[in-house]
T-cell receptor, first 112, second 109 residues
Framework: NAGVTQTPKFQVLKTGQSMTLQCAQD?????MSWYRQDPGMGLRLIHY???????DQGEVPNGYNVSRSTTEDFPLRLLSAAPSQTSVYFC???????????FGPGTRLTVL | GIQVEQSPPDLILQEGANSTLRCNFS?????LQWFHQNPWGQLINLFY???GTKQNGRLSATTVATERYSLLYISSSQTTDSGVYFC???????????FGTGTSLTVIP
């Protein structure tokens, strides 16, 4: 049981490039979320999903796209990276709405 | 949106000391969770505690939902307790957790 996995661990992009951050969980959780953490701050919700095919926006969705085609995977896409998107990105999953959240190890992204 | 405030922002303890961390939230919440972010950045679940009191070893937590606060107690602190402690609350719409800005704890030997 790997829990929540994220790839890559580190990534450096140039302004304007696109990329996809991968998130997968093997706990059969319906609920998945993406957060970003900036220095000295708590985590902020970007997008979340309550099941395959259903996604919604969180607190800071601009510049990010998500889709959920399977229960296991919830990728986060940056369409045109900007320096303001330099952050650490965490993926989380939970069994039920508002249930205990389990986090992946994070992806540290730098946009130059 | 909901406001989640944690205090104190920073805390330095001698090994063996006890401490209390506080989390205040501005509105009714569905659930509350405490996390420890270790120096390597990993988020570790401590407590899932929408109300009441729970204990796990040297750590315990109490949430008083009607008064909109939660407390995390750390007893006999150890250097491995160092890191940042976050509380996060779930509001009643969808699966949206809101985090406080954390308490940075340093335990010195």
């Amino acid at each position: 049981n790997a829990g929540v996995t994220q790839t890559p661990k580190f990534q450096v992009l140039k302004t304007g490039q696109s990329m996809t951050l991968q998130c997968a969980q093997d706990m059969n959780h319906e609920y998945m979320s993406w957060y970003r953490q900036d220095p000295g701050m708590g985590l902020r919700l970007i997008h979340y999903s309550v099941g395959a095919g259903i996604t919604d926006q969180g607190e800071v969705p601009n510049g990010y796209n998500v889709s959920r085609s399977t229960t296991e995977d919830f990728p986060l896409r940056l369409l045109s990276a900007a320096p303001s998107q330099t952050s650490v990105y965490f993926c989380a999953s939970s069994y039920s709405e508002g249930g205990e959240q389990f986090f992946g190890p994070g992806t540290r992204l730098t946009v130059l | 949106g909901i406001q989640v405030e944690q205090s104190p922002p920073d805390l330095i303890l001698q090994e063996g000391a006890n401490s209390t961390l506080r989390c205040n939230f501005s509105d009714s919440v569905n659930n509350l969770q405490w996390f420890h972010q270790n120096p390597w950045g990993q988020l570790i679940n401590l407590f899932y505690i929408p109300s009441g009191t729970k204990q796990n070893g040297r750590l315990s937590a109490t949430t008083v939902a009607t008064e909109r606060y939660s407390l995390l107690y750390i007893s006999s602190s150890q250097t491995t307790d160092s890191g940042v402690y976050f509380c996060a609350v779930d509001i009643w719409t969808g699966n949206q957790f809101y985090f406080g800005t954390g308490t940075s704890l340093t335990v010195i030997p």
